[in-house]
């Protein structure tokens, strides 16, 4: 059975400083996937990664994949408020018929 | 495009009742997917949909059931409410499996079940 585990599941930072997310998983896959969730919405795409070694950046955001750890990072630079939300990862097996999700991570980030 | 729908928002049920939560996609995506998402729990797979008269068990199947008449809908139904259900429900869909494509999700409906 597939696992996947996120840490920090909460986090707090202030404005202006570093923190990378980790998302750990159990079995061989190459498809990994980082979404965004604002309380009381929906899910928003934020990364897909589908080979080892791909990095993706967008803003203050920047997610890796280490097939091999089966590690990926979500690498937060600069923290601003907007960036505030729960960041979910999830990992593909057999195809995207089936993802399972980490239980997310809860980001603040105080002024 | 209105992308994923979901209806209704929210519902609120006595124990035993059924019910139908509707999803319509308009992207023509041939995969659909069914999600709950409890504290803590991050989102968990229903069922899901490979296409128009397939679909098959994810990882929290009983209680649900689905069917697949159509491309663009993928209604959930709950045959016998149970407190248990008490959650919100996400559908999502993407245009294949294999990867590239990410799965973009519906609003949501929260249900309560009393």
């Known amino acids: 059975e597939l696992k996947v585990e996120q840490n920090p599941l909460f986090l707090s930072m202030q404005e202006g400083k570093n923190y990378t997310i980790y998302c750990n998983y159990s079995?061989?896959?190459?498809?990994l996937y980082w979404y965004r969730q604002d309380p009381g919405k929906s899910l928003e795409s934020l990364f897909v990664l589908l080979s080892n070694g791909a990095v993706k950046q967008e803003g203050r955001l920047m997610a890796s994949l280490d097939t091999k750890a089966r590690l990926s990072t979500l690498h937060i630079t600069a923290a601003v408020h907007d960036l505030s939300a729960t960041y979910f990862c999830?990992?593909?097996?057999?195809?995207?018929?089936?993802?399972?999700f980490g239980k997310g991570t809860l980001l603040t980030v105080n002024p | 495009n209105a992308g994923v729908t979901q209806t209704p928002k929210f519902q609120v049920l006595k124990t035993g009742q059924s019910m139908t939560l509707q999803c319509a996609q308009d992207?023509?995506?041939?995969?659909m997917s069914w999600y709950r998402q409890d504290p803590g729990m991050g989102l968990r797979l229903i069922h899901y949909s490979v296409g128009a008269g397939i679909t098959d068990q994810g990882e929290v199947p009983n209680g649900y059931n689905v069917s697949r008449s159509t491309t663009e809908d993928f209604p959930l139904r709950l045959l016998s409410a149970a407190p248990s259900q008490t959650s919100v429900y996400f559908c999502?869909?993407?245009?294949?499996?294999?990867?590239?494509?990410?799965?973009?999700f519906g609003p949501g409906t929260r249900l309560t079940v009393l």
């Open positions: 992207m023509n995506h041939e995969y």
């Open positions: 999830a990992v593909g097996t057999g195809s995207n018929y089936k993802l399972t």
């Open positions: 999502a869909s993407s245009y294949e499996g294999g990867g590239a494509d990410t799965q973009y």
């Open positions: 079995t061989t896959s190459d498809r």
